[in-house]
């Protein structure tokens, strides 16, 4: 079995930075693409962004483009998520997601069911 785990969440000031870390772990795992989702109060989950742990193609929500950076580091099986210039916008709990199937495309996707596994969140709040 496969478990994330996000960590890094808090609450910060519209403008302040935050990064936030996910860390996978099991005895098969060799995920080929992870990101992150976010999902805030009587929305539905969104797409942040994404990464391919082969080569490090990401892809970017249009509404952080510019503002987060995603990394990964694959010895340690992490992905982390640096968010700049924080907007009240952005308060949600944050989701690290994780693909175990094999992943070729170059464009990364942005639904949930192009990922198999699921962190239990962290909340950022930006505050006004």
């Known amino acids: 079995q496969v478990q994330l785990v996000e960590s890094g969440g808090g609450l910060v000031q519209a403008g302040g930075s935050l990064r936030l870390s996910c860390a996978a772990s099991g005895r098969t795992f060799s995920g080929s693409l992870m990101g992150w989702f976010r999902q805030a109060p009587g929305k539905e989950r969104e797409f942040v962004t994404g990464?391919?742990?082969?080569?490090?193609?990401?892809g970017y929500a249009a509404s952080v483009k510019g503002r987060f950076t995603i990394s990964r580091d694959n010895a340690k099986n992490t992905v982390s998520l640096q968010m700049d210039s924080l907007k009240p916008e952005d308060t949600a709990v944050y989701y690290c997601?994780?693909?175990?199937?094999?992943?070729?495309?170059?464009?990364?996707?942005?639904?949930?069911?192009?990922?198999?596994?699921w962190g239990r969140g962290t909340q950022v709040t930006v505050s006004s």
């Open positions: 997601a994780a693909r175990q199937r094999p992943f070729s495309s170059a464009y990364i996707p942005f639904t949930s069911a192009a990922y198999d596994y």
């Open positions: 990464i391919t742990t082969s080569d490090g193609i990401t």
